[in-house]
Nanobody
Framework: QVQLVESGGGLVQAGGSLRLSCAAS????????MGWFRQAPGKEREFVSV????????GYADSVKGRFTISRDNAKNTVYLQMNSLKPEDTAVYYC????????????????WGQGTQVTVSS
């Protein structure tokens, strides 16, 4: 069992930055690929970014590529999402998720989810 707690969301102006954190419980954090997803009102949850178990591989949605950076610190059981050059269309609830197998971009493939943190980008 893995419990995930996101933090770092908030209100920011367009062009600004935020860093989201996701703290995981348990001793097996390094066994999980970690993903970030987001869900805007009235829309389906969508993939944002993913990082492999050892942090050596990362992936991004085209909409955030070049602006967002995912990283992890396995010693701290934490995964991060650095978000720069934020746009109003980035407004959503952001969720981190853990997957016990190799990384994936499909939310249905993830085993554990956090409660989400709201990111609001004003124009």
């Amino acid at each position: 069992q893995v419990q995930l707690v996101e933090s770092g969301g908030g209100l920011v102006q367009a062009g600004g930055s935020l860093r989201l954190s996701c703290a995981a419980s348990g001793r097996t954090f390094s066994s999980y690929a970690m993903g970030w997803f987001r869900q805007a009102p009235g829309k389906e949850r969508e993939f944002v970014s993913v990082i492999s178990r050892n942090g050596g591989s990362t992936g991004y949605a085209d909409s955030v590529k070049g602006r967002f950076t995912i990283s992890r610190d396995n010693a701290k059981n934490t995964v991060y999402l650095q978000m720069n050059s934020l746009k109003p269309e980035d407004t959503a609830v952001y969720y981190c998720a853990a997957r016990s197998k190799t990384w994936g971009v499909d939310a249905r493939q993830y085993d554990y989810w956090g409660q989400g943190t709201q990111v609001t980008v004003s124009s």
